[in-house]
Protein backbone atom coordinates (compact mmCIF):
# COMPACT_ATOMS: atom_id res chain seq x y z
CA UNK A 1 0.00 0.00 0.00
CA UNK A 2 0.97 3.62 -0.63
CA UNK A 3 0.99 6.34 2.00
CA UNK A 4 -0.10 9.77 1.11
CA UNK A 5 3.49 11.45 2.80
CA UNK A 6 1.78 14.20 3.95
CA UNK A 7 4.31 16.41 6.42
CA UNK A 8 3.48 15.42 10.15
CA UNK A 9 5.15 16.41 13.13
CA UNK A 10 5.30 13.49 15.61
CA UNK A 11 6.32 13.71 19.10
CA UNK A 12 6.62 10.51 21.54
CA UNK A 13 6.43 11.19 25.24
CA UNK A 14 7.28 8.64 28.02
CA UNK A 15 6.37 8.48 31.13
CA UNK A 16 7.80 5.50 32.69
CA UNK A 17 5.78 2.40 30.71
CA UNK A 18 3.09 5.03 29.47
CA UNK A 19 3.60 6.68 25.80
CA UNK A 20 1.86 9.76 24.89
CA UNK A 21 1.82 11.00 21.49
CA UNK A 22 1.67 14.10 19.76
CA UNK A 23 0.64 14.33 15.89
CA UNK A 24 0.40 17.30 13.91
CA UNK A 25 -0.49 18.88 10.49
CA UNK A 26 3.15 20.62 9.29
CA UNK A 27 0.67 22.73 7.19
CA UNK A 28 -2.26 24.18 9.23
CA UNK A 29 -0.40 23.59 12.69
CA UNK A 30 -3.41 21.37 13.70
CA UNK A 31 -2.34 18.81 16.80
CA UNK A 32 -4.12 16.17 18.57
CA UNK A 33 -2.71 14.57 21.98
CA UNK A 34 -2.87 10.63 22.19
CA UNK A 35 -3.33 9.42 25.88
CA UNK A 36 -1.79 12.15 28.16
CA UNK A 37 -0.55 11.47 31.24
CA UNK A 38 -1.61 13.90 34.26
CA UNK A 39 2.40 14.06 35.12
CA UNK A 40 3.41 15.11 31.61
CA UNK A 41 0.95 18.62 30.95
CA UNK A 42 3.64 21.32 30.84
CA UNK A 43 5.60 18.66 28.55
CA UNK A 44 2.42 18.57 26.04
CA UNK A 45 2.01 22.14 26.02
CA UNK A 46 6.17 22.57 25.83
CA UNK A 47 6.15 20.41 22.59
CA UNK A 48 3.82 21.60 20.79
CA UNK A 49 4.75 24.92 20.98
CA UNK A 50 8.77 23.83 19.86
CA UNK A 51 6.73 22.69 17.25
CA UNK A 52 4.71 25.07 16.71
CA UNK A 53 1.71 22.90 17.01
CA UNK A 54 -1.71 23.75 18.37
CA UNK A 55 -3.74 20.80 20.23
CA UNK A 56 -7.14 20.26 18.94
CA UNK A 57 -8.42 17.37 20.40
CA UNK A 58 -7.56 15.27 23.25
CA UNK A 59 -7.81 11.72 22.81
CA UNK A 60 -8.33 8.65 25.23
CA UNK A 61 -7.94 5.00 23.36
CA UNK A 62 -9.58 3.63 26.55
CA UNK A 63 -10.37 4.41 30.12
CA UNK A 64 -7.06 3.86 31.54
CA UNK A 65 -7.11 2.00 34.74
CA UNK A 66 -3.20 2.38 35.61
CA UNK A 67 -2.12 6.00 34.75
CA UNK A 68 -4.23 9.44 35.56
CA UNK A 69 -5.23 10.68 32.17
CA UNK A 70 -4.79 14.37 31.46
CA UNK A 71 -7.59 14.72 28.90
CA UNK A 72 -9.66 16.99 31.29
CA UNK A 73 -7.73 19.19 32.95
CA UNK A 74 -6.19 19.74 29.47
CA UNK A 75 -9.89 20.68 28.02
CA UNK A 76 -10.16 23.36 30.72
CA UNK A 77 -7.13 24.47 29.86
CA UNK A 78 -6.85 24.99 26.14
CA UNK A 79 -10.67 24.93 25.16
CA UNK A 80 -10.85 21.95 23.20
CA UNK A 81 -12.64 18.39 23.01
CA UNK A 82 -11.80 14.96 24.81
CA UNK A 83 -12.26 12.84 22.52
CA UNK A 84 -12.56 8.93 23.47
CA UNK A 85 -14.82 5.92 22.01
CA UNK A 86 -18.80 6.06 22.18
CA UNK A 87 -18.60 3.44 24.81
CA UNK A 88 -16.58 5.72 27.25
CA UNK A 89 -18.66 5.72 30.48
CA UNK A 90 -16.71 8.94 31.46
CA UNK A 91 -19.27 11.41 31.11
CA UNK A 92 -16.74 14.58 30.40
CA UNK A 93 -16.36 13.07 26.90
CA UNK A 94 -17.30 16.21 24.33
CA UNK A 95 -16.45 13.94 20.83
CA UNK A 96 -17.68 10.17 20.87
CA UNK A 97 -16.23 7.95 18.04
CA UNK A 98 -17.20 4.74 16.43
CA UNK A 99 -15.41 2.61 14.11
CA UNK A 100 -14.72 4.15 10.85
CA UNK A 101 -15.32 7.62 11.93
CA UNK A 102 -12.92 9.98 11.39
CA UNK A 103 -10.93 12.83 13.28
CA UNK A 104 -10.06 15.89 11.28
CA UNK A 105 -6.37 17.38 12.46
CA UNK A 106 -5.73 20.03 9.24
CA UNK A 107 -5.08 17.56 6.74
CA UNK A 108 -4.58 14.59 8.62
CA UNK A 109 -7.04 12.45 9.33
CA UNK A 110 -7.46 10.05 12.19
CA UNK A 111 -9.64 6.91 11.39
CA UNK A 112 -10.84 5.00 14.61
CA UNK A 113 -11.14 1.36 14.87
CA UNK A 114 -13.16 -0.27 17.67
CA UNK A 115 -11.25 -2.56 19.22
CA UNK A 116 -12.95 -3.84 22.89
CA UNK A 117 -11.18 -6.73 24.40
CA UNK A 118 -8.38 -4.39 26.66
CA UNK A 119 -11.67 -2.26 27.97
CA UNK A 120 -15.42 -2.25 25.83
CA UNK A 121 -13.99 1.03 25.00
CA UNK A 122 -10.86 0.77 23.39
CA UNK A 123 -10.12 2.12 20.02
CA UNK A 124 -6.97 2.69 17.77
CA UNK A 125 -6.58 5.23 15.83
CA UNK A 126 -4.85 4.77 11.99
CA UNK A 127 -3.33 7.94 10.35
CA UNK A 128 -1.01 8.00 7.58
CA UNK A 129 1.39 5.26 7.86
CA UNK A 130 0.87 4.76 11.32
CA UNK A 131 -1.68 3.18 13.75
CA UNK A 132 -2.11 4.14 17.57
CA UNK A 133 -2.94 1.07 19.37
CA UNK A 134 -3.89 1.96 22.93
CA UNK A 135 -3.33 -1.18 25.08
CA UNK A 136 -4.78 -3.51 22.53
CA UNK A 137 -1.63 -4.10 20.63
CA UNK A 138 1.72 -3.60 22.45
CA UNK A 139 5.01 -4.22 20.81
CA UNK A 140 5.35 -8.29 21.97
CA UNK A 141 2.51 -7.94 23.55
CA UNK A 142 -1.11 -7.13 24.14
CA UNK A 143 -3.22 -5.32 26.47
CA UNK A 144 -4.74 -7.54 29.58
CA UNK A 145 -8.39 -8.39 29.44
CA UNK A 146 -8.71 -8.90 33.34
CA UNK A 147 -9.48 -5.40 34.53
CA UNK A 148 -13.24 -4.50 34.47
CA UNK A 149 -15.09 -4.66 31.47
CA UNK A 150 -11.85 -6.50 29.69
CA UNK A 151 -13.16 -9.51 27.33
CA UNK A 152 -10.36 -11.92 26.27
CA UNK A 153 -12.68 -13.14 23.10
CA UNK A 154 -13.46 -9.55 22.26
CA UNK A 155 -9.42 -8.61 21.90
CA UNK A 156 -9.18 -11.93 19.62
CA UNK A 157 -11.28 -10.69 17.37
CA UNK A 158 -10.68 -6.83 17.47
CA UNK A 159 -6.91 -8.08 17.01
CA UNK A 160 -7.58 -10.47 14.28
CA UNK A 161 -10.28 -9.11 12.40
CA UNK A 162 -8.81 -5.50 12.89
CA UNK A 163 -5.70 -4.07 13.79
CA UNK A 164 -4.02 -6.94 12.47
CA UNK A 165 -5.18 -7.23 8.96
CA UNK A 166 -3.97 -3.20 8.30
CA UNK A 167 -1.26 -3.16 5.90
CA UNK A 168 1.83 -5.18 7.36
CA UNK A 169 4.29 -2.07 6.81
CA UNK A 170 1.91 -0.22 9.43
CA UNK A 171 3.88 1.26 12.05
CA UNK A 172 2.75 0.68 15.40
CA UNK A 173 2.76 2.63 18.17
CA UNK A 174 0.99 1.60 21.81
CA UNK A 175 0.12 3.70 24.80
CA UNK A 176 2.70 1.08 26.60
CA UNK A 177 6.04 -0.19 25.92
CA UNK A 178 8.38 -0.93 29.20
CA UNK A 179 11.99 -1.97 27.01
CA UNK A 180 12.09 1.32 25.02
CA UNK A 181 11.39 0.29 21.42
CA UNK A 182 10.41 3.43 19.99
CA UNK A 183 7.42 1.18 17.20
CA UNK A 184 7.17 -1.91 15.44
CA UNK A 185 5.00 -3.06 12.80
CA UNK A 186 2.01 -4.75 11.91
CA UNK A 187 4.01 -7.31 10.21
CA UNK A 188 7.05 -7.81 13.10
CA UNK A 189 3.92 -8.46 15.85
CA UNK A 190 2.08 -11.02 13.69
CA UNK A 191 5.48 -12.93 13.20
CA UNK A 192 7.46 -12.24 16.54
CA UNK A 193 4.89 -11.52 19.22
CA UNK A 194 3.95 -14.11 21.59
CA UNK A 195 0.59 -13.46 22.51
CA UNK A 196 -0.40 -13.53 18.56
CA UNK A 197 1.23 -17.10 18.09
CA UNK A 198 -2.37 -18.63 19.49
CA UNK A 199 -4.34 -18.32 15.88
CA UNK A 200 -7.37 -20.34 17.59
CA UNK A 201 -9.53 -18.25 19.21
CA UNK A 202 -10.42 -20.91 22.10
CA UNK A 203 -6.47 -21.52 23.19
CA UNK A 204 -6.10 -17.41 22.75
CA UNK A 205 -8.88 -16.58 25.14
CA UNK A 206 -7.44 -19.63 27.68
CA UNK A 207 -3.96 -17.76 27.49
CA UNK A 208 -5.37 -14.56 28.39
CA UNK A 209 -7.28 -15.76 31.11
CA UNK A 210 -4.43 -17.75 33.13
CA UNK A 211 -1.73 -15.06 33.08
CA UNK A 212 -2.26 -14.21 36.83
CA UNK A 213 -1.37 -10.78 36.76
CA UNK A 214 -1.09 -8.61 39.60
CA UNK A 215 -3.09 -5.21 39.66
CA UNK A 216 -1.79 -2.14 38.36
CA UNK A 217 -0.65 0.25 41.01
CA UNK A 218 -3.05 3.26 41.93
CA UNK A 219 -5.99 1.17 40.32
CA UNK A 220 -8.71 2.33 42.14
CA UNK A 221 -8.13 6.10 41.96
CA UNK A 222 -7.41 5.57 38.68
CA UNK A 223 -10.82 4.34 37.46
CA UNK A 224 -12.13 6.77 40.07
CA UNK A 225 -10.34 10.13 38.25
CA UNK A 226 -10.52 8.53 35.02
CA UNK A 227 -13.87 7.60 34.54
CA UNK A 228 -15.66 10.23 36.71
CA UNK A 229 -13.56 13.10 36.06
CA UNK A 230 -12.94 13.99 39.55
CA UNK A 231 -9.33 14.86 41.14
CA UNK A 232 -6.29 12.62 41.94
CA UNK A 233 -5.06 13.10 45.38
CA UNK A 234 -1.61 14.53 43.92
CA UNK A 235 -3.83 16.84 42.07
CA UNK A 236 -5.76 18.41 45.08
CA UNK A 237 -2.00 18.28 46.95
CA UNK A 238 -0.27 20.34 44.28
CA UNK A 239 -3.26 22.55 43.63
CA UNK A 240 -3.19 23.50 47.31
CA UNK A 241 0.67 24.18 47.30
CA UNK A 242 0.33 25.89 44.54
CA UNK A 243 -2.12 28.72 46.21
CA UNK A 244 0.47 29.14 49.49
CA UNK A 245 3.25 30.35 50.44
CA UNK A 246 6.07 28.12 52.28
CA UNK A 247 8.47 28.60 55.41
CA UNK A 248 11.86 26.70 55.77
CA UNK A 249 12.73 24.74 59.00
CA UNK A 250 15.48 27.22 59.36
CA UNK A 251 13.46 30.09 59.15
CA UNK A 252 10.66 28.81 61.40
CA UNK A 253 13.47 27.36 64.35
CA UNK A 254 14.90 31.75 63.62
CA UNK A 255 11.45 33.79 64.22
CA UNK A 256 10.78 31.12 67.65
CA UNK A 257 14.23 32.70 69.46
CA UNK A 258 13.05 34.81 69.90
CA UNK A 259 8.99 34.88 68.79
CA UNK A 260 9.04 37.33 66.31
CA UNK A 261 5.64 39.10 64.94
CA UNK A 262 3.76 37.24 66.94
CA UNK A 263 3.78 34.47 64.97
CA UNK A 264 1.08 31.89 65.38
CA UNK A 265 1.99 28.08 65.44
CA UNK A 266 -0.68 26.05 64.20
CA UNK A 267 -0.26 22.21 65.00
CA UNK A 268 -3.26 21.07 62.32
CA UNK A 269 -2.41 16.89 63.53
CA UNK A 270 -4.92 15.27 66.45
CA UNK A 271 -4.49 15.95 70.05
CA UNK A 272 -2.64 12.18 71.11
CA UNK A 273 0.23 13.25 68.49
CA UNK A 274 0.57 16.95 69.62
CA UNK A 275 1.02 15.73 73.34
CA UNK A 276 3.63 13.16 72.39
CA UNK A 277 5.80 16.01 70.68
CA UNK A 278 5.25 19.54 68.97
CA UNK A 279 6.96 22.86 68.07
CA UNK A 280 7.06 24.66 71.78
CA UNK A 281 4.17 27.14 71.87
CA UNK A 282 2.06 25.50 68.95
CA UNK A 283 -1.56 26.38 69.21
CA UNK A 284 -3.69 22.85 68.25
CA UNK A 285 -6.42 22.92 65.98
CA UNK A 286 -6.71 19.61 64.34
CA UNK A 287 -7.76 19.68 60.21
CA UNK A 288 -10.73 18.11 60.85
CA UNK A 289 -12.20 20.88 62.76
CA UNK A 290 -10.63 23.73 60.76
CA UNK A 291 -13.61 24.97 59.42
CA UNK A 292 -15.81 24.74 62.37
CA UNK A 293 -13.78 26.15 65.03
CA UNK A 294 -11.40 29.11 63.00
CA UNK A 295 -13.70 31.78 64.29
CA UNK A 296 -12.98 30.79 68.17
CA UNK A 297 -9.50 29.79 67.55
CA UNK A 298 -7.76 32.74 65.47
CA UNK A 299 -9.46 35.67 66.16
CA UNK A 300 -7.53 38.23 64.18
CA UNK A 301 -7.36 37.34 60.20
CA UNK A 302 -4.24 39.86 59.70
CA UNK A 303 -1.58 37.37 62.29
CA UNK A 304 1.46 35.67 60.64
CA UNK A 305 -0.07 31.62 60.93
CA UNK A 306 2.77 28.75 60.23
CA UNK A 307 0.85 26.05 59.72
CA UNK A 308 2.58 22.25 60.31
CA UNK A 309 1.55 18.52 60.78
CA UNK A 310 3.76 15.30 60.60
CA UNK A 311 4.59 15.59 57.09
CA UNK A 312 3.80 18.79 55.36
CA UNK A 313 0.56 17.00 53.30
CA UNK A 314 -2.33 17.81 55.62
CA UNK A 315 -0.99 21.44 56.86
CA UNK A 316 -0.31 21.99 53.25
CA UNK A 317 -4.83 21.78 52.50
CA UNK A 318 -4.78 23.45 55.85
CA UNK A 319 -3.26 26.53 54.49
CA UNK A 320 -4.93 26.70 51.16
CA UNK A 321 -8.10 26.46 53.77
CA UNK A 322 -7.27 29.07 55.70
CA UNK A 323 -6.38 31.54 53.36
CA UNK A 324 -9.85 30.83 51.21
CA UNK A 325 -11.10 32.00 53.93
CA UNK A 326 -9.05 35.47 54.17
CA UNK A 327 -6.46 34.42 56.61
CA UNK A 328 -3.76 36.12 54.22
CA UNK A 329 -0.78 35.56 56.24
CA UNK A 330 -1.13 31.84 56.27
CA UNK A 331 2.03 29.60 55.29
CA UNK A 332 2.24 25.95 55.58
CA UNK A 333 5.83 25.13 56.81
CA UNK A 334 7.98 22.89 54.30
CA UNK A 335 8.03 19.63 55.86
CA UNK A 336 6.62 18.54 58.90
CA UNK A 337 6.84 17.70 62.53
CA UNK A 338 9.09 14.61 61.63
CA UNK A 339 11.56 16.63 59.63
CA UNK A 340 11.65 19.41 62.71
CA UNK A 341 12.41 16.12 65.09
CA UNK A 342 14.60 14.32 62.53
CA UNK A 343 16.84 17.96 62.33
CA UNK A 344 17.25 17.70 66.23
CA UNK A 345 15.37 21.49 66.99
CA UNK A 346 13.66 21.69 70.45
CA UNK A 347 10.41 19.77 70.61
CA UNK A 348 7.86 19.97 73.56
CA UNK A 349 5.60 16.68 74.79
CA UNK A 350 2.16 16.96 76.60
CA UNK A 351 0.22 20.04 75.96
CA UNK A 352 0.84 23.41 75.97
CA UNK A 353 0.32 25.68 79.23
FE1 LIG B 1 -4.97 0.37 29.61
Known amino acids: MEFAELPMKFETVVAGGCRSYIIGCEETCAAALIDPDLSQIDRYLALAAKDGLRIRYLVDTHTHADHFSATQQLARQLGVPVVMHDASPAPFVDLRLRGGELLIVGRLRLRAIHTPGHTRDSMCLCVEDRVFTGDTLLIGGTG ?56 DRGAFIEMMQNLNLTMPTHVTEALRTNM ?25 KAC ?7 LIVLDVRER ?7 IPGAQLLPR ?16 RILVYCEFGRVSTLATATLRQMGFRGAVALDGGMKAWRDAGYAVREGKEP
Not at 256 to 262: A, S, W, Y
Request: charge should be negative; avoid cysteine.
Open 256 to 262: LEPRKDG
Open 228 to 252: SGGKTVAQMLSEAAAAVPFMSLVEL
Open 288 to 303: GQLELRVNDELADPTR
Open 144 to 199: RTDLPSGDAGALYDSLFEGVLTLDPTTKVFPAHEYKGRSHSTIGQELTDNPRLQKR
Open 272 to 278: DAIEEGH
